[in-house]
């Protein structure tokens, strides 16, 4: 009943804004790739520093209070049309999150299960394979500069997951069975490319990752959540 009530909507919600990504970059692909002969494919490092934290469905969960994170990998830009991309590759992110339930709960580590009190914050820390898969819109070269919008889904592949408590009963423990294996999110962000001299660029930019799967699993009888992770971070990179 609480999960008809609270997760359902979010899930439809979820949904819906998946499909209409979608959508948009059928309609994309389907209008830029008939014009366009040459395909060019491009290649970007980057380190991107961010801030994360959890948000989720329930009142009486506490999510408050940010971390500091970071994600690096390797980009790959597929050009279909002379101002529009295809985008993938793969990257490790590190992101986190703090919880407070209401009540005392269990947590399962990866050696023992240990009870957590009511009112003791947990820190969570996680780390992701990610393989994105998105659509880069671009304008033309403007001086060196050249300006750009990416947005798609994004799959996340849980590597390890680590938590803390306030209380010291868990220091930075594993805690991999309570977090769930494959995650999904969606992206947004807009940035710059500035140009160094033929193909290479110093790449800046901001993005917005929301992730729409459940990170947990609710061991032990904990009442149902839907928790999500959010991260804003900074793209500091190079293009070749």
Same mark, same amino acid.
């Given at each position: 009943?609480?999960?008809?009530?609270?997760?359902?909507?979010?899930?439809?919600?979820?949904?819906?804004?998946?499909? #209409?990504?979608?959508?948009?970059?059928?309609?994309?692909?389907?209008?830029? @790739?008939?014009?366009?002969?040459?395909?060019? !494919?491009?290649?970007?490092?980057?380190?991107?520093?961010?801030?994360?934290?959890? @948000? #989720?469905?329930?009142?009486?969960?506490?999510?408050?209070?940010?971390?500091?994170?970071?994600?690096?990998?390797?980009?790959?830009?597929?050009?279909?049309?002379?101002?529009?991309?295809? @985008?993938?590759?793969?990257?490790?992110? @590190? /992101?986190?999150?703090? /919880?407070?339930?209401?009540?005392?709960?269990?947590?399962?580590?990866?050696?023992?299960?240990?009870?957590?009190?009511?009112? #003791?914050?947990?820190?969570?820390?996680?780390?992701?394979?990610?393989?994105?898969?998105?659509?880069?819109?671009?304008? %033309?070269?403007?001086?060196?500069?050249?300006?750009?919008?990416?947005?798609?889904?994004?799959?996340?592949?849980?590597?390890?997951?680590?938590?803390?408590?306030?209380? $010291?009963?868990?220091?930075?423990?594993? %805690?991999?069975?309570?977090?769930?294996?494959?995650?999904?999110?969606?992206?947004?962000?807009?940035?710059?490319?500035?140009?160094?001299?033929?193909? !290479?660029?110093?790449?800046?930019?901001?993005?917005?990752?929301?992730?729409?799967?459940?990170?947990?699993?609710? /061991?032990?009888?904990?009442?149902?959540?839907?928790? #999500?992770?959010?991260?804003?971070? /900074?793209?500091? $990179?190079?293009?070749?």
């Amino acid at each position: 009943m609480f999960m008809q009530k609270m997760g359902v909507p979010v899930i439809e919600s979820s949904v819906r804004f998946v499909k #209409n990504i979608l959508f948009c970059l059928v309609i994309v692909i389907l209008a830029g @790739s008939p014009g366009f002969a040459q395909k060019t !494919t491009t290649f970007s490092i980057s380190v991107d520093p961010a801030i994360t934290w959890f @948000s #989720n469905d329930r009142r009486e969960l506490d999510t408050k209070g940010a971390e500091l994170g970071i994600s690096y990998g390797l980009a790959m830009d597929h050009f279909f049309s002379e101002k529009y991309a295809l @985008s993938t590759g793969v990257s490790i992110s @590190s /992101l986190g999150g703090n /919880l407070m339930y209401d009540d005392t709960v269990l947590i399962k580590t990866a050696y023992d299960t240990v009870e957590i009190p009511q009112g #003791n914050g947990i820190r969570y820390r996680i780390k992701y394979v990610n393989i994105p898969f998105g659509l880069k819109l671009k304008t %033309v070269e403007i001086g060196y500069k050249t300006f750009f919008v990416d947005l798609g889904l994004k799959a996340m592949f849980r590597i390890s997951a680590k938590a803390s408590a306030d209380n $010291g009963l868990l220091n930075k423990d594993k %805690v991999e069975d309570e977090i769930q294996l494959f995650n999904m999110a969606y992206f947004f962000g807009a940035g710059m490319e500035y140009s160094l001299g033929g193909s !290479t660029a110093i790449v800046g930019g901001i993005y917005y990752t929301h992730s729409f799967l459940d990170i947990t699993k609710d /061991l032990f009888g904990k009442q149902p959540d839907y928790l #999500n992770s959010n991260m804003i971070s /900074l793209k500091i $990179g190079v293009l070749f």
